[in-house]
Every structure is written in structure tokens, then in C-alpha cells.
């Protein structure tokens, strides 16, 4: 460890690389918290500490993959749900407001500022309240979709780490 100038001792490096994980997993369902890539930064720390010999760069690597599947899962989920009521981007940026607003508001406008953002993006571009409700349920449940596989991919991440670390 102290190649890197990083001088001490590894039950710091420890609680680091657990908080990083621990603020990721929260982050798969905050928007404001880069979820996955805060797990991934855990991770990397928690193989680091003993020169990545329990858990290997390989599957470090495999690991890093799972992230970027999460990260893309992230846009394309929502995207999907967006595209498949035919969204517009006022909607899709609605949705994005709705959500971070709903940071500020407790879990249930987490839940459901992105709704009503995506409705009012739609309703702004359209005027048509009928439209703005299919979009806005559509774009939400592609946000749902894919908060959960976020939350699922984050969670395999860490147990990926965690049997390699136990199975060395």
C-alpha cells in the first residue's frame, strides 16, 4: 500500500471501500448518487487492499461489466417505456426534473415526482391530458424497471465480490 503513497493501515481502507458500497447500493434509487459506480469504486478499494489476490483483476473486470450493464439499463429501461408511448423530450426531461425534485420530498415523491413530471412534459408539448397520462405512466414504469435493475445489478456486484473474496 505504500507504492501508492497511501499510507494506512487496511482497516480504514476497509470502512472506506464498505461506505462506498454501502452509499452505491443507496444510490441505485437516488438519482443524485452514482449508484453502481459508487459500488464499483468499493469494490476496486476492497480487491486493492491485498493486492488482488482474493479477488482477482479478472473479476474485478466482470464486475466492472456489471456496472456498465446497470448504468446502461438505467437509460435504455426508461427510453423504452418513454419511446413506447411515443414520448416527447419534454416529457423525458419532465421526468428527469420530476425525479430530482423528488429527492427533496421523502420516498413517495421519489416514487412519484417523475410521474407527474413526465405528465407535465407531456401536457406542456401536447395539451393533450390523455396523452400526457399514458406517457407519464409509460416513462415511469420505465424508470421503475429500471430502478430495480439497478438496485438487483448492484446487489450481484457485491455478491460477486463477496464470494470471490470468501472462496479464495
Known amino acids: 500500500m505504500t507504492e501508492l503513497g497511501l499510507v494506512a493501515p487496511p482497516a480504514v481502507w476497509w470502512v472506506l471501500a464498505l461506505m462506498l458500497m454501502g452509499l452505491g447500493v443507496l444510490g441505485t434509487v437516488l438519482p443524485a448518487l452514482p449508484g453502481t459506480v459508487l459500488v464499483l469504486a468499493g469494490i476496486v478499494i476492497a480487491a486493492w487492499i491485498d ?3 482474493r479477488v482477482s483483476g479478472w473479476t474485478v473486470g466482470a464486475i466492472a461489466v456489471l456496472a456498465v450493464i446497470a448504468w446502461a439499463a438505467d437509460y435504455v429501461a426508461a427510453l423504452l ?4 408511448a411515443g414520448a416527447s423530450p419534454l416529457a423525458l426531461a419532465g ?7 423528488g429527492v427533496f420530498t421523502g420516498f413517495i415523491g421519489l416514487l412519484f415526482m417523475p410521474l407527474a413530471g413526465a405528465m407535465a412534459g407531456e401536457y406542456w408539448a401536447r395539451r393533450d391530458a390523455r396523452r400526457a397520462t399514458q406517457v407519464g405512466l409509460a416513462t415511469w414504469i420505465g424508470l421503475l424497471v429500471a430502478t430495480v435493475v439497478k438496485v438487483v445489478l448492484a446487489f450481484v456486484m457485491i ?3 463477496f464470494v470471490a473474496w470468501l472462496w479464495w
Do not use: Y
Not at 421526468?95 to 425534485?101: F, H, R, W
Open 95 to 101: 421526468a428527469a426534473i420530476g425525479t430530482l425534485l
Open 81 to 84: 417505456g418513454a419511446r413506447k
Open 51 to 53: 493486492g488482488f489476490v
Open 159 to 161: 455478491g460477486v465480490f
